[in-house]
């Protein structure tokens, strides 16, 4: 896996071509790996004599896709930048319950409810942003942190659920387009403008740059803290679209309910398994799309299958592994290789026998501008 | 890694290390957080409650040992507490009371560590999976598939030679018990920090550092870092045993060990990404957030806000932290870097 | 270093200075802009969100979202109304028969496909339960009145339960519904889809805030549940005596209802509580708790809202050499068998663990065409020191973790099924 990031930062140059190359060069296995589980699907599900293309099945597809959709997309922003969120789902909790709260069923003051739960979900995004950007925490602490926060905040404040959300807004978590539902159509929306902006306009870019080698980033000029800080309220806000979604669909605002569900996890792997790397700089909204639609027909199948719960577990954890192995072994590139400063499960470069890495002084030297950089 | 390094061999070394390398910050809190329960409660610091104290948190420091092999290395290990909750499980179901089982259930609990431990490493490895998704995904089987085992809630009970390791002590004067954890404790520190001494820790180090050039240098970077999966897996087993010692088998033994063990050794100046951190540090780093946690019931305050200042306060470490890192790091690349990482010291 | 010294003393008094920060400031601000925004927002439904960890505070819980004084008083005279119905059969009897239900336009002939989402089986309790149920379930389908049994497990995740309440009414073979909730209020909405959709629905355990089910299968409650607990506090402790109160997690109504209920006892009484603590039913952490409050002082007394990890809570005073408390536990077996070993002051409380055969059996009734209540209230009566011993005979070959009143002896599937797990 990580010697695709090392592909991808190849040399300082060759970002820019880095930039415009990526998002394609992982989609298609991800698309096909989403065919195939539902041919797979409905082949299991024909044995059974059941119908995975029935109408009440792709429903169910697409409204359990939503609401980890709006997350994932959120989520593959920091993680192109090589950062990741673990806040999501207290964001979405608190985002729910400022959202419920403010409204108060009184259909009126639903654009003012929505502004304050998004409002609330951005400033922890900034929050976010500039303590991992800014102070150098690094970002599993910062959003593991910033969540025990709104954990403790949410837990004092609101015991239970509150707040109350009028039918005009439930609408959101409950109307269809003849099979599609309308949270399901406005995160697609959403992922389709995600796209446009990872590839046609400069911030995207600057995210897939500052993913790929924020100090070649730098040196190109880019703000490469905004970019991340950008990155983290996005990222945010889309976790309290996410929790608006939960409001409207439970009628109210919850805390331990959404924050307990594991989003934080399941996004993150939804990202990775849509072909974005944990390492930043390569992959996609559509690939995490795909992604999250695959977890999302594993789930209607296991159901209408009437597989164990904990089986299902098994499985998904199983599946998970199995494919980020794949896209590993499609994305050895022996011949590139970089070193990197770490983060995450940062350089494993020449971590096997396989590949032997590369011995560029140019890594080293870019090693030592990595920490120049950061000491500033 | 500590820049501190030439020096840390002798004894002006060693206090240079505590309060001089990335490992200050985690002094600094335990000293503060020690002062505050003295001003609160000093009937903390009678001989028994001390015990007391150190039981309960030997498992987390044992964890926090085993994850600081893989963090250093590079890695993540999100698999341990679900390892941690799935070996009480095992234990009670084999073991079932019965007492002549006690030694071999052992025995093959710390083998399925050891097996967790190698395929984590391997898939990290061998088939280049991020280790994040890897032990995620371990983790989802392992809780998974011990609750499909048990239909999910633990059956069978563990036997009393089984829990005396978690539960009982040795009885000696003034200290009145020394629990066995503590001692379990003491030596695997002792055992870790060798290790770390030796050769094996250096190419630990020089890994999570730079593993392109710890490979020119000779190391098997594979076989190194697979190994810190294998001591993680081991050490979260030994942590299972004084856990379910220490308080019987319940479904959600071990739930959110994984974050709780994490944040002990970042907390404890460890870098996440490797080549940084002294394994010292990732245990004072699990010690301290036991006191933390155990001040925090001592305060007159709703125990719903606890949360909320465990994570104001790992938040302010860390920047602190990482503030006196960044001035290292200047000095550091103000000099040329050696083509061989000299992991000289780093623990 | 001096420089380092510098900046250690800087961060030291730092780190004091937010502690103390943070304990008294911040956190109460915000509380307070909330609670008011609430109480300006919430006039006529709540008001204002329960202060449910004030112990001690005079004149008993406070009304709020959680603690409705008319549903509290209306569950304790429930305890000692005569059930209705077969003793033999508790799962079958009903209390304070309020209201039957003309299920006629649901009777059909042969067999139906039965569904079921479940919350989720992530506790022993759940766990014993939905054993029984299935058990059940397959006595009906021997005798031709269940087809299929579908089932839905949501795993504690409301959006997927409700998810799966809508995928039952999409499929639309469902000849019932049966629920039960995650959480009363989120799950409103989709219980209300699913009476829409014209399938007779049966809510079971946790309820919801609307009627629209045929019937709401419940034992008496939450409150009924801790109030038991705290009465047999107040009256084998006296005056002065403290009592510790270990709750899993805040925000469940279930579980906020039965502390709600203590709570108004215990400050009404002479007893001291000396602390509330969450616990998240994890063992490790409630013998924790306990052995750091014994470390303090005394406690008399330990309450608990839900029995998970009573044992280790016993153990702590055994491991400190201290006499036992009073304890409030639950009718699990392992407690029950730590309780008769050391011969301590306990009582088992019941959630009615029998509530699980309850749903089905009102299924084929509705099937039937026969009437059921609109709100069917099962019995709840704790384990005591006087019937014990029965209990722990009855069960002696059942493991630890399974609850005494399971009512599944007659069942076919008995013992085995709740035995091997």
Known sequence: MSDGVVAAGGQPARTNRVERRSPLTSIPLIYIALLGTLIVGAALMAVNGENLFSGGNIVDILTRSSLLGFIAIGQTMVILCRSLDLSVGYVAALSSLVAATTMDGDPSRIPLGVAAGLGVAALVGLFNGVVTAKLKVHAFITTLGAGLIIKGYLDTVYPGPAGEVPGAFQAFGYTRIGLVPLSAAIMLIIAVFGVIMLQRTRTGHRMFAVGGNDEVARLSGIRTDRTIILAHVFSSVMAGVAGLLLAARFGTGVGAQIYDAGYDLDSIAAVVLGGTLLLGGRGGVAGTIAGVLILGVLDTMFNQLQIDPFFRDVLRGIIIIAAVAVYARRQIDPTKSRARFGEKSASRKGSTGTSPPEPTGDSRARRAGSREEQSE | MSSASPAATGPLGAVRRIFGGGTGPVFVVLLTLLVVMLLLNPSFFQPASLMAFLRNAAPLIILAAGQYFVIVSGEFDLSVGSLVGAQVVIAAKLIDGDESRTWPVIMLMLGFGLLVGLVNGLVTTLLKVPSFITTLGMMLVLAGAIRLWTGGAPTGALSESFRQWGRMGIEVPVLRQIPYAALIMIVIAVLTVLLMRGPYGRTLVATGDNDVAASFAGAQVWQVRTLAFVLSGLLATVAGILIGGFAGVTAQVGDGMEFTAITAVVLGGVVLGGGRGWIVGAMAGALTYRLLERLLVQLDMPSTLNPTIQGVIIILALAYGSRRLWGRRRRRAAQPITTKPQPSGAE | ?421
């Open chain 3, 1 to 421: 270093m001096r420089r380092s010294n510098r900046i250690l003393i800087g961060g030291l008094t730092a780190i004091g200075l937010t502690l103390t920060a943070c304990t008294t400031d911040a956190p109460t601000d915000d509380a307070e802009t909330e609670v008011e925004q609430e109480a300006e927002t919430d006039a006529g439904t709540d008001d204002g969100t329960a202060e449910q960890a004030d112990d001690g505070s005079d004149g008993g819980t406070e009304e709020g979202e959680f603690f409705v004084r008319e549903e509290y008083e209306r569950q304790l005279a429930q305890r000692d109304m005569e059930p209705e119905g077969d003793p033999d059969t508790p799962w079958m009897q009903m209390i304070d028969v309020d209201e039957m239900v003309d299920t006629s336009e649901f009777a059909v002939d042969g067999p139906q496909d039965l569904c079921f989402s479940n919350a989720s089986v992530g506790n022993p309790w759940r766990v014993t339960g939905w054993i029984t149920m299935q058990e059940q379930v397959e006595v009906l389908q021997d005798e031709g009145v269940i087809g299929e049994f579908r089932t839905a497990d949501a795993a504690d995740d409301d959006n997927q339960q409700i998810s799966d309440i809508q995928s039952f009414i999409n499929d639309g073979d469902c000849g019932a519904i049966m629920i039960s909730p995650s959480t009363t209020a989120t799950l409103t909405p989709a219980v209300e889809e699913a009476c829409d959709s014209g399938v007779p629905v049966i809510v079971f355990d946790r309820g919801v805030n609307t009627d629209c089910a045929v019937t709401f299968i419940h034992p008496i409650g939450g409150y009924a549940y801790g109030a038991t607990g705290a009465e047999f506090l107040v009256d084998n402790l006296e005056a002065g005596d403290s009592v510790l109160a270990l709750r899993i997690l805040p925000g469940v109504d279930v579980l906020e209802h039965r502390w709600g209920a203590a709570n108004d006892i215990f400050s009404d009484s002479d007893l001291e509580v000396v602390g509330v603590e969450f616990t998240e039913g994890d063992a490790a952490q409630i013998k924790d708790i306990v052995t750091q409050y014994l470390q303090r002082g005394d406690v008399d007394g330990i309450w608990m809202d839900a029995g998970d990890g009573a044992v280790a809570g016993v153990e702590a005073f055994e491991d400190m050499g201290m006499d036992y408390p009073a304890f409030v536990g639950e009718d699990e077996l392992g407690f029950m068998r730590k309780w008769d070993e050391t011969g301590m002051d306990a009582v088992g409380l019941s959630y009615s663990n029998f509530q699980w055969r309850t749903p089905v059996l009102a299924a084929e009734m509705i099937w039937n065409g026969e009437e059921v209540p609109a709100e069917w209230v099962l019995p709840q009566s704790p384990v005591t020191e006087d019937d014990l011993g029965e209990y722990l005979e009855a069960n002696s070959e059942m493991p630890d973790l399974h609850y005494a009143k399971f009512g599944g002896e007659d069942l076919p599937g008995f013992p085995e099924a709740w035995q091997d797990r």
